[in-house]
């Protein structure tokens, strides 16, 4: 594949004529904090693939995510 050979163009500030003053105040911390971790796994078993991927698909719908 020739995509996985070719090397990527790297620009610098330089070759784009842009001073380090223009952009270091382009962005304002308003909050840091940890985010929540919620973890919540449930393993869904079926009998095959099949099985497993339509009671999957029944979860999800559930879930109102699909």
Do not use: F, H
């Amino acid at each position: 594949m020739q995509a996985s050979r070719k090397s990527p163009e790297l620009w610098s500030l330089e070759d784009l004529d842009i001073e380090i003053s223009q952009i270091q105040n382009a962005m304002t911390l308003t909050e840091l904090y940890i985010p929540v971790s919620d973890k919540n796994c449930e393993i869904i078993e079926g009998e095959s693939d099949e099985d497993s991927g339509r009671l999957l698909a029944l979860r999800l719908r559930e879930e109102k995510i699909i």
